[in-house]
């Protein structure tokens, strides 16, 4: 019996330390939590996705670690990465805000029915949240269901929205009545505030036409340079069902569905946009940059010469040209209409950009011709942080490291968030014995700023040499 209680005792005497044991348990979570909050707010997500990483060490069976991380691969453009750590914190009960993620990360993939997925158990979680029938609001717009997507957008409102949430709803519910009630839309475009400002204008102006084909046409093109594709598909089918005969509708919708990955299709629009105009311009140029993204350069230039001979002062055609002899590559060539472009535009900094890229980004006469090109764009467009940061690039490889150290710190003095100038300031600093302390930390900070993964993968071979 005495042996008995003596090993109750012990028992007990176990159960009350081992609450105090594991006190200091939780204060570390909460401090490496905190701590990986302050370097998320700071950009430093390199050392903020370390920290999540320790946090879901020491709690495995927590969401919160993995939701968090997965936001910051997000936010990084790590899509792939970003997809696994959500779906572990949904597993782990990450509730409908790792959904709500979960779904965003596979839309930025092209994943629209897997994001759809993603936001429907969202909803069957929090059904009164109006960010999540924005989401699948968007979701079913990509999905070319605009009827769903209207009621999405009409439950969000009906669900006391946000300011924000509100104005992307207007803004959206303007977008999809634009064809068939511009009035509607018009008052949902005013209601979004700054975020509608921009396709309110384009409503206006498409109002003053009388055509319902033409109407469809010109609200397409403008989808389609705003980058909202399905908008843009859903107008310019309308826009050729009610005008068949039209060849700009028909090569406006042949490079939306370019754009989309239906090249097949795509190339038989553009097929018959010339059959129905073959001095169309537009049509010859939209046939050259379907060849390109194709691969088949030679045709590809024979479309765009045909482009340039109806419209030899069009800059961007000239810059397509370019494109396809650098992919011969003729370098020699392809300078030459890119200085065309220039020349057609030589006020417009955008083509003088893209010349001064040209020479930097093929290592090609950077020093006879590039260091001017460069050196011209930041004439055209001194507060353009670009223009600074491919400045100095183009110095550093002509042998000019004072005057690319001056001009990349100027880079970032007009954007401290610009991943390139942070890359190039770093790689110069590298080859400084003395400043392998501020090298490592330009590189890691374009490691954490880059969203596409260009600078990042640079950055971190870089940093793996760095003393």
Known sequence: MGS?????????????????????????????????????????????????????????????PWQARGEVLLAQGR???????????????????AALALGESLARQGN?????????????????????????????????????????????????PSPGEAAAAHALLGSLLAGDEPGAAAGHLRQAGPRGADMLAVLQAVDAEADPARRDLLLGAAFLQRDELALARRHLERSVERDPACAEAHAYLGHSLDLLGETVAAGRLLERALALEPDSALAHY?????????????????ALWQALLRDPDNAAFCIEMAEAFAREPD???????????????????????????????????VEEEGVAAAEAAVALAPADARTHDLLGWAYQLAGQPVEAEVVLRRALELDPGLASAHYHLGSLYTR???????????????????????????AEMLLAGVQ
């Not at 390199?46 to 927590?62: E, F, M, Q, S």
């Not at 997809?83 to 509730?95: F, H, K, M, Y």
């Not at 699948?136 to 957008?153: I, K």
Request: hydrophobic share 50%; glycine share 8%.
């Open 4 to 64: 008995w209680r003596s090993a109750c005792k012990i028992a007990i005497l176990a159960l009350l330390v081992l609450p105090a044991g594991l006190i200091p348990y939780p204060r570390e979570l909460v401090g490496i939590m905190r701590r990986a909050a302050e370097l998320r707010a700071a950009g430093e997500y390199a050392a903020c996705l370390a920290a999540y990483g320790r946090a879901a060490d020491l709690a495995p069976a927590w969401a919160r």
């Open 331 to 365: 370098y020699a060539r392809a300078a030459e209409w890119y200085r065309a472009a220039v020349e057609a535009e030589p006020e417009d900094p955008r083509f003088q950009l893209l010349l001064a890229r040209f020479y930097v980004d093929h290592l090609y006469r």
């Open 432 to 458: 400084a014995p003395t400043m392998q302390d501020l090298a490592r930390q330009h590189l890691q900070r374009a490691a954490d700023l880059d969203t596409h993964g260009y600078y990042r993968a640079r």
């Open 286 to 302: 939209f046939l050259g940059n379907h060849h390109l993204r194709l691969g088949r350069v030679d045709a590809a230039k024979d």
């Open 79 to 97: 899509f792939g990465e970003a997809t696994a750590a959500l779906q572990e914190a949904e597993r782990l009960g990450g509730g409908s805000a």
């Open 112 to 160: 629209w029915a897997g994001a759809l997925e993603a936001w429907l158990r969202a909803q069957a979680l929090a059904p009164r949240d109006a960010g999540v029938y924005l989401a699948l609001a968007r979701g079913s717009v990509a999905q070319g269901s605009f009827q769903q997507a209207e009621d999405y957008l009409w439950a969000a409102l009906s669900l006391d």
